[in-house]
């Protein structure tokens, strides 16, 4: 990515406009994408809740360096919300509604650890792999095996319903396999945009993508809590939901998308020469051999370094805040439980918000030539880390109620700012 360093190129007077367009659509779907991945990705840990026999039991002990038991803390204070009243107690005998026969499993702690650990054992051994397919085979197909492998595992998971509670193999392994399929989506868009997306658009185009990782995850949280309010079993039908958005975009993704805008059928070839002049590329796949991969100077380029160092503390802070954000909001704050469910929806919307309007302002700084890419991209990066960082350290020392939910606003809408940055 050469261009990086230097000043956007000058857009040509008729270029093509980014609504409606074959890209604009791509973004969509790629949108469209990451909400069913995150919906696949946390529908355990959400129905985990109502799928256990005492859902309090599994979260009274001290394992709170966990980064896993602390997202599930957070999600089971999330359903609780919704799923108790004023007295903090649940009505087991209240009357639900739905297709299935009610079933909870004896799961010990470190059982459920196991099983919610498992999404991430697999999920770390396709990052790499995932962008070299990409880039041999086409995003395209790396996309839809992903997600096409991802919803038949989710789907298979309603067979727990017919397991006895010390029969977890199988869940544990539909659960690796969904790991390993959505660990290409993040490397694969990266090879996605490189064909697709013009040096000022890329922003803008990106971040409509990573939006659908925060919708995806608000989603199915209020989801999850309304299911296991309502309906008996209420943990399957989060499996089964998810599955089928799968499969409904898996039909749209083979129908209305190609690896690069030369492949594409029904692009116009005006908006293809415009792609294509600044992309230099021709479309055609790119196969490489691992072999062939500068490893060395990848590990020993300082960018890059840099970049990952950035990426990982980054990501360590935000998911470190909201996994830690309803003991946040009950202990510091003193906001009751059955108020903190919705304050942890808006918490969502608020990083899927500060996404989209982060990637549309770095574009147009970038298109009015105010700032290269590259210091755009340092300063979004910039905001997203220092300034929650401060909002944090205030947040333990602030003793006000509304003055604390302030701070909390400003630093979860900055914490998610920067995601586009990183493409």
């Known amino acids: 990515m050469t261009i990086e360093n230097t000043k956007s190129s000058v857009e040509p007077r008729n270029h093509p406009r980014l609504v409606p367009s074959k890209r604009?659509?791509?973004?969509?779907?790629?949108?469209?994408?990451?909400?069913?991945?995150?919906?696949?990705?946390?529908?355990?840990?959400?129905?985990?809740?109502?799928?256990?026999?005492?859902?309090?039991?599994?979260?009274?002990?001290?394992?709170?360096?966990?980064?896993?038991?602390?997202?599930?803390?957070?999600?089971?204070?999330?359903?609780?919300?919704?799923?108790?009243?004023?007295?903090?107690?649940?009505?087991?005998?209240?009357?639900?509604?739905?297709?299935?026969?009610?079933?909870?499993?004896?799961?010990?702690?470190?059982?459920?650890?196991?099983?919610?650990?498992?999404?991430?054992?697999?999920?770390?051994?396709?990052?790499?792999?995932?962008?070299?397919?990409?880039?041999?085979?086409?995003?395209?197909?790396?996309?839809?095996?992903?997600?096409?492998?991802?919803?038949?595992?989710?789907?298979?998971?309603?067979?727990?319903?017919?397991?006895?509670?010390?029969?977890?193999?199988?869940?544990?392994?539909?659960?690796?396999?969904?790991?390993?399929?959505?660990?290409?989506?993040?490397?694969?868009?990266?090879?996605?945009?490189?064909?697709?997306?013009?040096?000022?658009?890329?922003?803008?185009?990106?971040?409509?993508?990573?939006?659908?990782?925060?919708l995806g995850t608000s989603i199915t949280m209020l989801f999850g809590g309304l299911s296991c309010r309502y309906l008996s079993a209420g943990w399957m039908y989060v499996f089964i939901t998810s599955s089928i958005l799968g499969f409904i975009w898996l039909a749209l993704w083979i129908r209305l998308t190609a690896d690069s805008p030369n492949s594409h059928k029904s692009i116009s070839d005006h908006e293809r020469d415009y792609i294509g002049s600044f992309t230099g590329h021709s479309g055609t796949k790119r196969a490489m051999s691992l072999a062939s991969i500068p490893w060395k100077n990848i590990i020993n380029s300082k960018p890059l370094n840099a970049l990952m160092i950035t990426h990982i503390a980054n990501l360590f802070g935000l998911f470190f805040f909201l996994t830690s954000l309803g003991k946040l909001l009950t202990q510091l704050l003193h906001i009751k439980a059955e108020n903190t469910g919705y304050i942890l929806s808006f918490g969502f919307f608020l990083t899927l918000l500060s996404s989209l309007l982060s990637g549309i302002a770095t574009d147009r700084f970038v298109r009015s030539k105010k700032v290269t890419l590259t210091n755009a991209r340092k300063i979004s990066n910039g905001l997203t880390s220092f300034i929650p960082v401060i909002c944090m350290m205030l947040l333990y020392v602030c003793d006000e109620r509304r003055y604390g939910l302030g701070i909390f606003t400003i630093l979860i809408f900055l914490a998610s700012s920067g995601e586009q940055s990183y493409t």
């Open 24 to 214: 604009f659509t791509l973004a969509l779907l790629v949108f469209f994408a990451f909400i069913v991945q995150y919906s696949q990705r946390v529908n355990l840990p959400i129905a985990i809740v109502c799928m256990i026999e005492d859902p309090a039991s599994g979260h009274n002990h001290s394992s709170t360096h966990s980064i896993i038991a602390l997202k599930n803390e957070t999600l089971n204070i999330f359903l609780n919300s919704s799923t108790t009243r004023k007295s903090g107690c649940t009505s087991t005998s209240e009357k639900k509604g739905g297709f299935f026969d009610e079933k909870r499993f004896h799961w010990t702690e470190l059982r459920q650890q196991f099983l919610l650990g498992a999404y991430w054992a697999g999920y770390i051994f396709t990052q790499v792999p995932g962008g070299w397919l990409a880039t041999s085979i086409g995003a395209k197909w790396v996309y839809a095996g992903s997600l096409g492998t991802s919803s038949l595992a989710t789907l298979a998971m309603i067979i727990m319903h017919k397991m006895a509670s010390t029969h977890v193999t199988i869940a544990f392994m539909l659960r690796f396999i969904t790991g390993l399929a959505h660990g290409v989506l993040f490397p694969a868009t990266v090879a996605l945009w490189s064909l697709w997306a013009v040096p000022h658009e890329r922003s803008t185009l990106a971040s409509i993508g990573f939006c659908g990782t925060h």
